[in-house]
């Protein structure tokens, strides 16, 4: 766990579709600075906080109009950022693919500090062993034999959900969408599928395949690696048994749709959705911006809205827009595509605004930096 000291500060990443936003707090989450935009106004899908060298490393994946999708980092919090030359994540020519958008940045374990992996569109894993100054395919994921059967979601067919398990190094789950849920034990060698029980209603041929659902986020608790959560286009679900078998978890939620499934980083079973209506009407029930809360994985559920907007709320929060930081207290943030960004200083029970009027939020990534 990190421990605040009278230097540490929280740093809030702000990924929006025109730029990236850096906010900061001294003072426990109460007052915020917010600086940007960073990256030339250039669509920010992803972005990382990596705390574990002597200085913290920030990361975006940001894309172009014009110049196409690219990765970048900072060693000064964000004062400046620098491109790596050559591209650090490039598609080898036998693959005759072409990088579309980096989805996911996720910094390894501590005793790796080097260790960075990377999810894109189109679906593929990478792996960098110089804190993501290059990346590596991983061949075992890119040659499955199911590739030729997964296909775009309405975001496109990207590897957006990458746990590594904490554990044991050989092990590690990814998701995409759409896809499904898959699951490595030989250090990506090989790869299968963990969708046993999530259904795929939008799949005319088979209720529960076992492989193609539209995941859109999976989450654990690093003290409970056999527990994941799941949030699908369709359905909140956990599994107890690391992938192998999934159980509903959404009776007590006004719906099953959403895009978010975040993990209270010390109180394993406690996590944290925000449900839309339906994949059609995806807006927040009855029009009001709601957090829902469960302490005991999802067996009941509680609402958290002291301080968010009432009604006539219609923004969506997308995959990667909401996330936990890792205070002995933490603090739960969550982005809107209406360009608003809320916090809660304690653990979901009162809100308050970080920012407004931004772009479009596509991610938020939240530390304690030094």
């Known amino acids: 766990m990190l421990k605040e000291s009278p230097m540490t500060q929280t740093m809030v990443l702000i990924g929006t579709r025109k730029g990236l936003w850096t906010a900061t707090s001294d003072d426990d989450r109460q007052s915020w600075t917010v600086r940007g935009p960073d990256l030339g106004l250039n669509e920010v899908a992803a972005c990382a906080i990596d705390t574990r060298g002597a200085t913290p490393r920030l990361?975006?994946?940001?894309?172009?109009?014009?110049?196409?999708?690219?990765?970048?980092?900072?060693?000064?919090?964000?004062?400046?950022?620098?491109?790596?030359?050559?591209?650090?994540?490039?598609?080898?020519?036998?693959?005759?693919?072409?990088?579309?958008?980096?989805?996911?940045?996720m910094p390894g374990p501590a005793d790796q500090p080097d260790l960075v992996w990377a999810g894109t569109e189109?679906?593929?894993?990478?792996?960098?062993?110089?804190?993501?100054?290059?990346?590596?395919?991983?061949q075992g994921l890119w040659d499955h034999?199911?590739?030729?059967?997964?296909?775009?979601?309405?975001?496109?067919?990207?590897?957006?959900?990458?746990?590594?398990?904490?554990?044991?190094?050989?092990?590690?789950?990814?998701?995409m969408s759409?896809?499904?849920?898959?699951?490595?034990?030989?250090?990506?060698?090989?790869?299968?599928?963990?969708?046993?029980?999530i259904q795929g209603s939008f799949l005319p041929a088979d209720e529960f395949?076992?492989?193609?659902?539209?995941?859109?986020?999976?989450?654990?608790?690093?003290?409970?690696?056999?527990?994941?959560?799941?949030?699908?286009h369709g359905g909140v679900y956990r599994s107890d048994d690391e992938g192998e078998t999934w159980v509903s978890i959404a009776d007590g939620l006004p719906a099953d749709f959403g895009f978010n499934m975040v993990v209270h980083p010390?109180?394993?079973g406690t996590v944290y959705v925000i449900p839309l209506v339906a994949d059609v009407e995806r807006i927040p029930p009855d029009a009001r911006c709601r957090v829902y809360r469960s302490r005991d994985a999802g067996q009941t559920?509680?609402?958290?809205?002291?301080?968010?907007?009432?009604?006539?709320?219609?923004?969506?929060?997308?995959?990667?827009?909401?996330?936990?930081?890792d205070a002995p207290i933490p603090g739960i943030y969550f982005g809107t595509r209406s360009g608003s960004v809320f916090v809660s200083a304690d653990e979901g029970e009162s809100w308050s605004a970080i920012a407004a009027h931004l772009p479009d939020v596509l991610c938020v990534r939240a530390g304690m930096v030094g």
């Open 266 to 268: 010390h109180a394993p």
């Open 178 to 197: 759409t896809g499904g849920v898959y699951r490595t034990t030989d250090d990506g060698v090989s790869w299968n599928p963990a969708n046993k029980g």
């Open 145 to 175: 034999p199911h590739r030729k059967e997964w296909e775009p979601g309405g975001g496109g067919q990207a590897l957006h959900t990458i746990l590594p398990h904490p554990a044991d190094s050989r092990q590690m789950h990814i998701a």
């Open 122 to 138: 189109p679906s593929a894993l990478w792996r960098s062993e110089d804190r993501g100054v290059s990346f590596r395919l991983n």
């Open 301 to 325: 559920w509680e609402e958290l809205s002291r301080g968010l907007p009432e009604d006539r709320f219609y923004a969506t929060v997308m995959r990667d827009a909401m996330c936990a930081d």
């Open 209 to 232: 395949p076992e492989y193609g659902q539209c995941v859109h986020k999976v989450a654990r608790h690093p003290e409970r690696p056999d527990q994941l959560f799941a949030q699908n």
């Open 59 to 105: 990361f975006a994946g940001a894309s172009s109009s014009h110049w196409g999708p690219a990765m970048s980092y900072s060693d000064d919090l964000g004062a400046t950022w620098t491109e790596p030359d050559p591209a650090p994540i490039s598609f080898p020519q036998e693959t005759e693919a072409a990088l579309a958008r980096v989805w996911q940045i």
